[in-house]
């Protein structure tokens, strides 16, 4: 059974920094693009960044884009998110997903997850 475990999320202030960590089980965790999303209330859940199996493509959000980086550590079977320069509307929680089909890279949608998360809360306060 595959599961994903999100932790790092936390309360912080505006122009801080959190480092999320998403760590797996249950699958081969190195041949598997992964992502993180996010869902604020009253908004729809958006795509923040993903990476792909390899490591070596990673895809941003434009909201994002500049503050926050998608990295992988196969040996430990987790992906992690480091967001600096936080700002209030980076406020949701955030889920992390493995794709569905292994060996893909390029674009990483909604459509593509396979498995999620639970979610971690981050706050960003003004």
């Known amino acids: 059974q595959v599961q994903l475990e999100e932790s790092g999320g936390g309360l912080v202030q505006a122009g801080g920094s959190l480092r999320l960590s998403c760590a797996t089980s249950?699958?081969?965790?190195?041949?598997?693009?992964m992502a993180w999303f996010r869902h604020a209330p009253g908004k729809e859940r958006e795509f923040v960044a993903a990476?792909?199996?390899?490591?070596?493509?990673?895809y941003y959000a434009d909201s994002v884009k500049g503050r926050f980086t998608i990295s992988r550590d196969n040996a430990r079977n987790t992906v992690n998110l480091q967001m600096n320069a936080l700002k209030p509307e980076d406020t949701a929680v955030y889920y992390c997903?493995?794709?569905?089909?292994?060996?893909?890279?390029?674009?990483?949608?909604?459509?593509?997850?396979?498995?999620w998360g639970q979610g971690t809360q981050v706050t960003v306060s003004s």
């Open positions: 997903a493995t794709n569905r089909q292994p060996y893909r890279t390029g674009r990483f949608q909604e459509s593509d997850a396979g498995f």
């Open positions: 990476i792909n199996w390899t490591g070596s493509g990673t």
């Open positions: 249950g699958r081969t965790f190195g041949t598997y693009s």
